[in-house]
């Protein structure tokens, strides 16, 4: 009888260790457990089946069973001796301490299952504010933990970068999380490492001067009206004749295709007759030097540039006028180490 009581000899089915999570499941399993033919021989009494009990806990629990199993052996020596708590009373413990009712287990065990998964809705604020208020509700004060947390609920991409830039606190990990997002968004993103993977390192100011020349496309109504995509930097709201990026909508290079096909024949322009009937056009050589009132093809390149950069120069001027200090104080020291090189 002494032998079938101790707990390593029980043959059989053996209900699993229980490390901390889901209390109620494993009690129920425990259970059962007791009413086996093998457990019920040994015809235990309440403080065999709570060492039982004690003797499968482990992980989490395993502080909890060594507190628990002191406090049971100090009472029952101290004089007057305390009696043992009973089996049912044990039970209500435990559940109270590791049941769902207890609201900081239940919300630790959420946050072990709260993983990223790509079938899942939510957005990444979404996400960081459910993280954040399950790790309030489990009390967890430890920063390395709510870190982790943090890192395993969001996508991979942003678990990478914050593995790249490791932030010393939970706060400055949800910092970088948001103005990691930002920077996808804006296509801004610099890898700090020369080994990351994907499009090469650019200037920092690089989709700044992208927004100027979409500005620059509204200011001088190209594009306006328009609601389709560009083929060339897949942007919604214009097209690719009316596009200035230098990058695509992903914060990749766009690689120019070869020159540009020349309009007409090199030095020549045409030059269609007044009146009703179909003439030939008749081609006029823009070097001509007896024609004063002539305008040849550079000098009409010439002043479209002249209109073009001049547009684009107050263009940027109305950027820059609508900058914070800060920004406007960055954006010309990028300018400054520009125009140094």
């Not at 002191?70 to 089996?87: M, R, S």
């Not at 957005?123 to 489990?138: E, F, G, I, W």
């Not at 709510?146 to 939970?170: D, E, N, S």
Request: aromatic share 10%; net charge positive; with cysteine.
């Amino acid at each position: 009888m002494a032998a079938a009581q101790n707990p390593g000899n029980f043959k059989g089915f053996k209900p699993p260790k229980f490390d901390g999570f889901d209390g109620d499941s494993w009690m129920m399993f425990f259970k059962e457990y007791l009413q086996t033919p093998q457990v019920l021989a040994a015809q235990l009494d309440d403080r065999q089946k709570i060492v039982l009990a004690l003797f499968h806990m482990e992980g989490k629990a395993k502080m909890w069973k060594n507190s628990m199993l002191k406090k049971y052996q100090t009472q029952a020596a101290a004089v007057p001796p305390v009696a043992w708590p009973t089996w049912a009373q044990f039970k209500t413990t435990f559940i109270g301490k590791w049941g769902d009712s207890n609201a900081q287990a239940k919300a630790f065990r959420e946050l072990q299952m709260y993983t990223y998964d790509k079938r899942r809705k939510d957005s990444l604020r979404d996400t960081l504010l459910k993280v954040d208020t399950l790790l309030q509700n489990a009390e967890i004060t430890s920063e390395e933990q709510k870190k982790t947390f943090l890192r395993q609920a969001v996508p991979p991409r942003y678990q990478h970068h914050l593995q790249t830039v490791m932030p010393a606190t939970y706060d400055a990990s949800v910092t970088a999380v948001l103005n990691y997002d930002t920077e996808l968004k804006r296509g801004e993103y610099i890898p700090s490492h020369s080994h990351h993977r994907g499009a090469p390192p650019r200037d920092p100011w690089a989709m700044d001067v992208d927004a100027i020349a979409l500005e620059i496309a509204n200011i001088t109504g190209n594009g306006k009206g328009k609601k389709g995509k560009c083929y060339r930097c897949e942007r919604d709201g214009h097209f690719a004749k009316e596009c200035f990026a230098t990058t695509k909508a992903d914060g990749t290079p766009i690689k120019e295709k070869g020159a540009p096909r020349p309009k007409g024949k090199k030095g020549k322009r045409t030059f269609k007759p007044k009146g009703k009937g179909k003439g030939k056009a008749k081609y006029i050589r823009a070097a001509d030097a007896d024609s004063d009132e002539e305008v040849t093809d550079q000098e009409e390149e010439e002043e479209s540039e002249d209109e073009k950069d001049q547009l684009e120069i107050n263009a940027v001027q109305r950027i820059v006028q609508n900058m914070d200090d800060d920004t406007r104080k960055q954006f010309k020291k990028a300018l400054k180490r520009n125009f140094q090189k």
